[in-house]
């Protein structure tokens, strides 16, 4: 009878973290390592592959190398699947009774953690691993619930928690929770405000910024040696609408620590979702601003502005309808009296090369001749 294949996991515990560089395994992973494969061998079982999540907690589904090991698993690759203990695998119940007691068995495949004892081979402590789990579920609720009390806390006296300061700020490296100005992307969110209060438009402020060069916020933390990501659909090295017009509402830029924008779903899972505003933690002078007062009032009044319909309350007729004549940008209506060519003043270059003739024809009542 040929050997059995094993599939040995490996995954570094919220308790046990002890990490030497970004790119080593902790010594926690070593070790489990070490010891995993000591008692493979020691069983006459050929490695099929050794899969390691290391920083990974037991609630995450979207674990790589976990994901990896169960799609081994289900085309019959690995015999069985050896952990230190059962935790390790998951600390879910709902996982539990999915994978090691329902789908395992189906795939042929024996889960063994050594530590605890688990074992599918052995019928007679499903039980055993059932209570595992109710254990390792209240654990992680227990943790969970003990993160979130400190959280809640340091945001409460406008200490920053988050994993990277906002673009413009760098952590303080002499005091834990304390924003410092980063002088050089400052200079940007200064500009940025500037221009807005000037009348340029956010596309039009995104565009010079990109035609001159200067990196977005999330390429320049890059740039600068911090492994920041976001969401797939806003992986860009350009400036967009979006990165503009939030910068503009974020009142961290006149020294106010905002945090607890978003929470959690469940603990269970890394999704959040949008807090009302009476839910968010503002605390106010906890850093020093970037925005004086003045300008920051004049760009939300100009925000606010924007945003208004007419004072009739409708919506005008040539809503998104108006176009330029040479560039062929939308142009928007604004509270003066009349209409205006917003779509212009936002774009300097393009206007310079537009006949006057063009700049009247909407605030006479879109009469070109």
Not at 74 to 80: A, N, P, W
Not at 96 to 103: A, C, F, Q, S
Not at 208 to 222: C, I
Not at 294 to 299: R, T
Request: glycine share 6%; proline share 4%; net charge positive.
């Amino acid at each position: 009878m040929a050997n059995l294949k094993v599939g040995i996991y490996c995954r570094l515990s919220e308790e046990d973290r002890n990490k030497q560089s970004e790119t080593d395994d902790s010594n926690s992973i070593q070790n489990q390592k070490s010891m995993l494969i000591q008692y493979a061998l020691s069983q006459g079982w050929e490695i099929y592959n050794i899969y390691s999540d290391d920083d990974y907690t037991g609630a995450d589904r979207n674990r790589p190398e976990f994901n990896k090991l169960l799609a081994d698993a289900e085309q019959r690759k690995i015999d069985v699947i050896l952990c230190k203990t059962q935790s390790r695998f998951t600390r879910e119940l709902e996982l539990v009774e999915k994978y090691i007691h329902g789908l395992f068995p189906i795939w042929g495949v024996r889960f063994v953690s050594i530590v605890d004892n688990a074992d599918t081979a052995n019928k007679g402590n499903k039980k055993s691993r059932q209570i595992n789990g109710l254990v390792n579920e209240w654990y992680l609720e227990d943790m969970s619930e003990n993160i979130k009390s400190v959280l809640t806390n340091r945001r409460q006296n406008g200490l920053h928690i988050g994993a990277f300061a906002l673009y413009g700020y760098k952590k303080d490296p002499d005091k834990k929770g304390h924003l410092i100005v980063d002088e050089e992307a400052a200079e940007i969110v200064r500009e940025v405000f500037t221009l807005f209060s000037q009348g340029y438009g956010k596309t039009a402020i995104a565009k010079m910024l990109n035609d001159r060069g200067v990196p977005n916020p999330t390429e320049y933390k890059r740039l600068h040696g911090l492994r920041y990501q976001q969401p797939k659909k806003k992986q860009s090295t350009l400036w967009k609408y979006y990165a503009i017009s939030d910068m503009l509402i974020n009142e961290i830029y006149i020294g106010n620590m905002v945090q607890g924008k978003y929470g959690s779903v469940s603990y269970k899972t890394k999704q959040n979702k949008p807090r009302p505003k009476d839910q968010w933690y503002i605390v106010e002078g906890t850093h020093e601003p970037i925005i004086d007062r003045d300008l920051w009032d004049k760009v939300q009044s100009l925000i606010s502005q924007k945003a208004k319909p007419f004072t009739t309350g409708e919506i005008g007729i040539f809503a998104r309808k108006a176009r330029c004549m040479n560039c062929g940008y939308i142009m928007r209506s604004q509270q003066t009296g009349g209409w205006s060519p917003l779509s212009l003043l936002s774009y300097p270059a393009m206007s310079q090369k537009v006949p006057a003739k063009a700049h009247l024809s909407l605030s006479r009542g879109w009469n070109s001749k």
